[in-house]
């Protein structure tokens, strides 16, 4: 079982907005502003999207955006488009004796 | 440009010990904690453990400990992940990643190598 809890999947239209998830507790998401989130295709390797809760690295679309209430945090994409199909974890350091989690994952269908 | 190499593919069997190697290029190697992730069959992200190369201190996750060892070569901008006693359990695809702040374990990992894949089989 994962540390953080994402939903399973979520689907959008071609255009639209949706949020995924990602919620933790006050050891994790809600101690620190160290909350990331990637995306991954098939077969590749995970790709930075958020850093430090809302941070986007360099060549990150800003169709991709972070925030955080309390213990939950979420990734918004905007404007969905068909490449963004895919898997995207969650993580976040935490205080425990296991100093980095990621979530279980959400599968985003572009419908 | 940032570039994080890992060796080929490797079979093990059951109880056998195997070793993973990331040679980073691109940037300050001794600058950046170097992170190990790995990814089972159809699964998720599983944190295993992270290596600053500047100082050679580790962190790992408690499901690993006392058998993962991380090091480093910074001769060769290398970073290792060697991990023992495998099971079957163990099979997946292994990353190592680069964190995207100099001398910040926490916010989160920009550069990632290409996976090895470690299979365990009898």
């Known amino acids: 079982q994962s540390a953080l809890t994402q939903p399973a999947s979520v689907s959008g239209s071609p255009g639209q907005s949706i949020t995924i998830s990602c919620t933790g507790t006050n050891s994790d998401v809600g101690a620190y502003n160290y909350v990331s989130w990637y995306q991954q295709h098939p077969g590749k390797a995970p790709k930075l999207m958020i850093y430090?809760?809302?941070n986007r690295p360099s060549g990150v679309s800003n169709r991709f955006s972070g925030s955080k209430s309390g213990n939950t945090a979420s990734l918004t994409i905007s404007g969905l488009q068909a490449e963004d199909e895919a898997d995207y974890y969650c993580s976040s350091y935490t205080t425990t004796t296991t100093p980095w989690v990621f979530g279980g994952g959400t599968k985003l269908t572009v419908l | 440009q940032v570039q994080l190499v890992q060796s080929g593919a490797e079979v093990k069997k059951p109880g056998a010990s195997v070793k993973v190697s990331c040679k980073a290029s691109?940037?300050?190697?001794?600058?950046?904690?170097m992170h190990w992730v790995r990814q089972a069959p159809g699964q998720g992200l599983q944190w295993m453990g992270w290596?600053?190369?500047?100082?050679?201190?580790?962190k790992d996750a408690l499901k690993f400990r006392g058998r993962v060892t991380m090091t480093r070569d910074t001769s060769i901008s290398t970073a290792y992940m060697e991990l023992s006693r495998l099971t079957s359990e163990d099979t997946a695809v292994y990353y190592c990643?680069?964190?995207?702040?100099?001398?910040?374990?926490?916010?989160?990992?920009?550069?990632w190598g290409q996976g090895t894949l470690v299979t365990v089989s009898s």
């Open positions: 430090d809760v809302s």
């Open positions: 990643a680069k964190n995207v702040l100099p001398d910040s374990a926490a916010p989160g990992l920009d550069s």
């Open positions: 691109g940037f300050t190697f001794t600058g950046y904690y």
């Open positions: 290596i600053h190369p500047d100082s050679g201190d580790t």
